[in-house]
């Protein structure tokens, strides 16, 4: 009897194993209930699921209460400037392409002081997954309007009630050129929130994931609406969108099944304020991938480069 051993007896034993704790960073300091603190912990089950080492993990953020993220991931990390997560991860996904690069930017970072480098990176859409922390406010500053708040909520730089439509996350990514992967997600369901991460990290490109995510502290009520009543979330499923297990599907009975390659009913999808639509948005697998330029040339030695430089120059000899 073989006990499904191989017929030698052998066992597959991978020389690492990394567990949850291999990618601990420390204590988060998020406040207690925070939504931050779901998202965490579903990367951190993507990589252990993955067994991604933690010295090919890089994250990196802007500034913002998400933007801490690289602080609690044992991973590397580039705690960046207000606005250019973007940017950076572009670069170190162009130097390094071996890496596996998250971005954490919230909707105050990607959305306002950052939305020239958000369309830029759907364009170039480069291997990476954005995670769009949307808490509908400017929470590390404590309380300003940010570009999704609510019409109507009071924040400390419009106590009478923000009046500019808010802008919508999904939507509008779903507008820019070459976008290859976006889809929406709940922190406060962790079962969704994983699986959705989970197939943005899958994807080759640069893939946005929209996140609401609950800030007890300033924004307590602003998903009242979706989170007491499941009926008005709508599920996304199709065979090549998000998974949704037997958990996602007993909440969550309002079901559209949406092909994700249909872009025009993706952005009616995301634009509806009826209903929230949650899952695989749209992907197109087939969108350039930047990287696949950046890495030419990479292998080439500092004397190949300047000898390159010679022979271009001698064109011009005179
Ligand atoms: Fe989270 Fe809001 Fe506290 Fe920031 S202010 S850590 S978003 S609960």
């Given at each position: ?182 889809a929406?997600t ?6 969704h929130?994983?699986q959705t991460?989970q197939t ?36 996304l499923t199709h065979?090549?969108g998000v998974p949704a ?33 949650i899952g695989l ?38």
């Amino acid at each position: 009897m073989s006990f499904g051993l191989p017929h030698d007896a052998s066992l597959d034993v991978p020389e690492r194993y990394f567990t949850l704790e291999n990618y601990d960073g420390g204590v988060a300091r998020w406040c207690p209930s925070c939504g931050d603190f779901a998202v965490l912990s579903a990367v951190q089950r993507i990589c252990r699921d993955a067994q991604v080492p933690t010295e090919k993990l890089a994250m990196v953020s802007g500034i913002g209460c998400s933007s801490r993220f690289p602080h609690y991931m044992h991973a590397y990390g580039f705690h960046g400037l207000h606005g250019r997560a973007l940017p950076v991860a572009c670069g170190v996904k162009a130097r390094r392409p071996d890496l596996h690069v998250w971005v954490a930017t919230g909707d105050g970072d990607c959305c306002s002081i950052g939305a020239g480098h958000w369309l830029h990176a759907a364009r170039y859409n480069m291997d990476l997954v954005v995670m769009v922390f949307d808490n509908s406010v400017y929470g590390l500053t404590k309380k300003q309007t940010s570009p999704t708040t609510p019409r109507g909520l009071a924040t400390n730089t419009h106590p009478e009630g923000a009046f500019l439509p808010p802008l919508n996350v999904a939507e509008t990514t779903l507008g820019f050129p070459n976008v290859s992967f976006v889809a929406r997600t709940v922190d406060w369901n962790p079962a969704h929130l994983y699986q959705t991460l989970q197939t943005a990290y899958r994807h080759r490109g640069t893939s946005f994931v929209h996140i609401l995510q609950r800030c007890p502290t300033y924004t307590p009520n602003v998903f009242d609406a979706w989170r007491q009543n499941p009926e008005r979330t709508l599920l996304l499923t199709h065979d090549d969108g998000v998974p949704a297990d037997d958990a996602v599907r007993r909440i969550y009975k309002s079901r559209s099944e949406h092909d994700p390659r249909d872009i025009q009913e993706a952005r009616r999808l995301a634009a509806m304020d009826e209903r929230l639509a949650i899952g695989l948005l749209y992907r197109n697998p087939d969108a350039p991938v930047y990287d696949d330029r950046t890495v030419a040339g990479l292998d080439t030695t500092r004397e190949q480069k300047l000898a390159a430089v010679e022979r271009a120059l001698d064109r011009f000899a005179i």
